[in-house]
């Protein structure tokens, strides 16, 4: 570690128009801050924290474009124009003749898992993201992980660690006593550290799932930025352009969940998609009793365009090329200060390898946690625990295979600039150097349902 050549900073393809001040806080605020948080850092305000890194959800800068749409939103309760436009958009990108807007990801998975998990069935998928496992499991089905083995070894230089084990996959779809209503594929593998899938390894998924007549739903999130990799990555890729390498990903599937709150570069909104008329004339039923109309499915018409305008943007070169440039130039700073990173960088995020980086505690110390707070006292930098918290409360993963504990640094899109990620990995970097008198911690309050978001932790005492 520490003796990979450090790449220079990727030069942004874009211009600052707008700024929005930030500042760091002192450091009696950010202890203050902790102790009224609950030590959650969901529980923080967005002045108490400097560089903030929880998520790259809805956290986009929009471009011009996308503001100027925003000033042409045709308002209509039913048939706006902005919806036909989203519509002819998503059926370009993917292939999928229905298009139904959602206000974010989960709200097309509640529509999808609501119609199709049963309960006793089983989804399986490369690895469930948090609320896509819990609307599986709020419908009564089990939500199976089946990711190839290297997506559980954190220093495994496997290019698409994102990959389905598809032996695995056919055993259970071979299975007799299992009913798998659809399989789910995640793209790109936000969960095990932003991880591409290749296009080899879905075209088998495909295959194994249409021979068993099994609908492949993808969960698109992240999909340009998986084209992107798979681009790069991939043989006989180089040539084809993003739209294309996305439009080979759809061919092979049945049917997506976004939320464009990822790459779509907008701040709210998604859609479900599918080649299938009957599930979506039922999930239009649905989506008048929880989001609205199908022409705005709980978003105000503006939103769609401003998403329209996003999802074309985010499948541009120069972009991509700058933003998974700066996930891995954030992620060979870090490394060059000694500390241990998830490898290769993902798409959206550098995840800290917990388990190498607190050794000295034990999974009940929650180091996970322990360590995004300390993350958080030094530097204001704020991050997200993606282990035992998240995902500890749920049925246990696949045999022979223990999770990765990670923390994430999702860099939001297009916001931040190669100076704040320097300062970022220098705050890492100083966490590293004092991590031996990090100690653990404890949860104090537990809620039922996607228990990070509203859980309350306190400090163990020092040993
Ligand atoms: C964010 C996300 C979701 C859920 O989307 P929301 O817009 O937050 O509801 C689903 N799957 C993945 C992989 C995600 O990253």
């Known amino acids: ?25 002192s450091r009696e605020a950010r202890e203050s801050a902790l ?3 609950g030590f959650n850092l969901f529980n923080l305000t967005s002045e108490e924290v400097y560089i903030d890194l929880l998520t790259d959800s809805g956290t986009s800068a929009m471009s011009d474009r996308q503001w100027a749409g925003l000033m042409v939103g045709d308002e209509s309760y039913a048939g706006s124009r902005n919806f036909r436009h989203l519509e002819e958009v998503v059926r370009r990108i993917t292939g999928f003749p229905e298009v139904i807007p ?15 998990a049963r309960p006793g069935s089983t989804v399986p998928n490369n690895m469930h993201f948090d609320t896509t496992r819990t609307h599986v499991m709020r419908n009564g089905a089990r939500a199976v992980n089946l990711a190839i083995p290297a997506a559980y070894d954190s220093q495994d230089p496997h290019p698409f660690k994102g990959n389905v084990n598809v032996p695995r996959l056919a055993a259970l779809l071979a299975d007799p006593q299992v009913k798998v209503p ?11 550290g932003g991880q591409p899938v290749s296009l080899e390894n879905l075209g088998e998924v495909s295959r194994v799932c249409r021979a068993r007549g099994v609908p492949l739903y993808l969960d698109m999130c992240r999909w340009a930025e998986n084209s992107f990799f798979v681009r790069a990555r991939e043989p006989g890729m180089s040539h084809r352009s993003i739209a294309e390498i996305g439009r080979m990903t759809f061919d092979l599937a049945d049917g997506a969940t976004m939320s464009a709150k990822k790459d779509g570069l907008v701040n709210i909104g998604g859609f479900l998609a599918t080649r299938d008329p009957e599930l979506a004339a039922r999930a239009k039923e649905l989506l008048i009793v929880f989001e609205g109309f199908p022409t705005y499915g709980g978003l105000a018409r503006r939103d769609l365009e401003a998403m329209s305008i996003g999802l074309e943007e985010a499948m541009d070169l120069e972009y991509l090329a700058h933003r998974v440039g700066q996930v891995a130039f954030l992620a060979e700073r870090i490394a060059a200060h000694g500390a241990p990173v998830l490898r290769p960088p993902g798409g959206h995020g550098v995840y800290l390898d917990v388990r190498r980086f607190l050794p000295h505690l034990s999974p009940a110390d929650l180091p996970g946690q322990a360590l995004a707070v300390e993350l958080f006292r030094e530097g204001a930098v704020r991050s997200v625990e993606v282990g035992a918290i998240m995902f500890g409360d749920g049925e246990s993963p696949s045999p022979g295979e223990t999770p990765l504990e990670l923390v994430r640094l999702a860099i939001p899109r297009r916001v931040y600039s190669s100076a704040h990620l320097q300062y970022v990995a220098d705050v890492v970097g100083a966490v590293w150097r004092r991590r031996e008198r990090i100690v653990g911690m404890t949860m104090t309050h537990a809620p039922e349902h996607l228990r990070h978001f509203t859980a309350k932790f306190a400090p163990k005492p020092a040993a």
């Open 35 to 37: 102790v009224r948080s």
């Open 182 to 192: 659809l399989v789910m594929v995640t793209l790109t593998n936000n969960t095990g």
């Open 102 to 116: 959602t206000h974010q990801g989960r709200a097309a998975e509640n529509l999808l898992f609501s119609l199709l």
């Open 1 to 25: 570690m520490g003796s990979e050549p450090v790449p220079p900073p990727p030069i942004e393809p874009y211009k600052v128009k707008v700024v929005e001040r930030i500042s760091l806080p």
